[in-house]
């Protein structure tokens, strides 16, 4: 099975020098995961390189998904499926309306994914009522799905990011540094992060992964560590190492940026007026939390080099496709 390429480059691995001087640290570094492809960017489009070879492999034709109304994860999906025959049927609960949330909806809609409109509270794991209700309706109809874990979290997205922590430290090397005090992310299911954590603990690399959370109160838990290990185990596997993996995962460093889930914060950065951070396009629901928890905590380590991981999409509407006018039953997902 050949495997799915949505890019074919590294992301770019930029410095920001005046942010760091601003900061007392010695480098920052960004991940500019944001730039991956040229429609969309962000840690979303690396894991579905995975979930779509995966699919394919399951001889799926569908990806069920799951996710807020706003989610990255569904309308990069939406955007790229069609190019292997894949389609989307995507279950959204509703979230608080931002500029992130609405853009994302209209490329869900506009792209033609399938929307199954749910309450807020519903449950929606792999064997809640409404996914196994949805599984046999698409089923049905002659689908084939595979569902894709809430927020297009799941072991797949894991392993691709710890392949990402390969790259990014090539990259970091290549530029005469050996040593990254902290890495910032932004966490809501902590696949991501866990992926991340799971590439350090593989390569040795010293680095405490920060972690800043939106989606709930709760800190890294069990489930975080068994998904680390699990990927770590995977990982050493599919990279080719032949003896076993027991290295621990390190414990990150977590930081609950959560007020409602998934809102957007209007408070203006300190720092925003830099050119450089400008050119971020930090979005107000994600990054751009992580980022503001980044300048608070970045001040302790004066001289340090860090990193900022960029997970988000920077990238403008893309032109090809007619931006919609949402209909009222998706507008009402918008609270
Ligand atoms: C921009 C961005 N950053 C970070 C994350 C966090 O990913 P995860 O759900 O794997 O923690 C998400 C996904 O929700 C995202 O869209």
């Known amino acids: 099975m050949k495997h799915i390429s949505l890019f074919n480059q590294e992301s770019p691995m930029e ?22 492809t040229p429609e969309f960017g962000g840690c979303k489009v690396r894991n579905l390189n995975r979930q779509f070879t995966h699919a394919l492999e399951n001889g799926a034709d569908t990806l069920l998904m799951a996710a807020r109304v706003g989610s990255n994860a569904v309308a990069a999906a939406s955007l790229f499926a069609k190019k292997y025959g894949l389609r989307v049927s995507a279950i959204l609960k509703p979230q608080v309306v931002s500029y992130t949330c609405r853009f994302n909806l209209e490329i869900i809609a506009a792209a033609g994914t399938e929307i199954i409109p749910v309450p807020a509270g519903t449950l929606l794991h792999s064997k809640s009522p409404t996914v196994t209700r949805e599984m046999t309706r698409l089923t049905s109809e002659g689908r084939r799905p595979q569902f894709v874990g809430f927020g297009g979290g799941d072991i797949q997205a894991a392993l691709a990011q710890a392949s990402a922590v390969k790259e990014m430290w090539m990259q970091i090397k290549s530029n005469g540094i ?26 040795g690399i010293k680095s405490k992964l920060v972690i800043v959370g939106l989606a709930h109160e709760d800190a890294p838990d069990d489930h975080f560590f068994n998904k680390a290990n699990e990927a ?11 003896t076993d993996h027991n290295m621990p995962i390190d414990a990150p460093q977590f930081h609950c940026a959560f007020k409602e889930a998934f809102g957007e914060i209007t408070e203006p950065l300190q720092i925003e007026s830099l050119d450089e951070v400008k050119a971020l396009q930090l979005d107000p629901v994600y990054t751009r939390k992580a980022f503001s928890y980044m300048m608070q905590d970045a001040g302790q380590h004066a001289g340090k080099n860090c990193l900022f991981w960029h997970t988000g999409n920077s990238r403008p509407w893309p032109e090809y496709l007619i931006r919609p006018e949402l209909e009222a039953t998706l507008s009402a997902l918008l609270i």
């Open 178 to 203: 050996e040593e990254l005090e902290k890495i910032y992310v932004a966490g809501a299911s902590f696949s991501t992060a866990a992926g991340m954590a799971a590439g350090l603990s593989l390569l």
């Open 15 to 36: 410095e920001l020098p005046q942010t760091a001087s601003m900061l007392g640290l010695g480098k920052l570094f960004v991940k500019r995961d944001d730039m991956l």
């Open 232 to 242: 770590a185990k995977l990982a050493n596997v599919e990279w080719g190492n032949t």
